[in-house]
Nanobody, 125 residues
């Protein structure tokens, strides 16, 4: 059974950092593209960043470039999202998602095959 389980969310002050984890089971990261998405209250889910099966990474909103970093530990089958210099507008539920059947990156939530349940990140001003 394919599962993605996010952890690491919480409440942080503006300017602070958090590291989210996404533990995958039922498949290996080597064969998939893994993306982080987020959904703020009242807004649509948006792509934040993605790592392809070849290890390349893509960042979607300009607002996270230089502040967020995606990485993986294939031995642990886990993907991370390091978030620095957090801003109140980063407040959202963060989801990881896997694209297995065409393992290339996309910022579109609709093409992802599997989803975690999300972890809430709240950034206070």
């Amino acid at each position: 059974e394919v599962q993605l389980v996010e952890s690491g969310g919480g409440l942080v002050q503006a300017g602070g950092s958090l590291r989210l984890s996404c533990a995958a089971s039922g498949f290996t990261l080597d064969d998939s593209a893994i993306g982080w998405f987020r959904q703020a209250p009242g807004k649509e889910r948006e792509g934040v960043t993605c790592m392809s099966s070849s290890g390349g990474s893509t960042y979607y909103p300009d607002s996270v470039k230089g502040r967020f970093t995606i990485s993986s530990d294939n031995a642990k089958n886990t993907v991370y999202l390091q978030m620095n210099s957090l801003k109140p507008e980063d407040t959202a539920v963060y989801y990881c998602a896997a694209r297995r059947y065409l393992p290339t990156c996309s910022g579109s939530p609709g093409v992802m095959d599997y989803w975690g349940k999300g972890t809430l990140v709240t950034v206070s001003s």
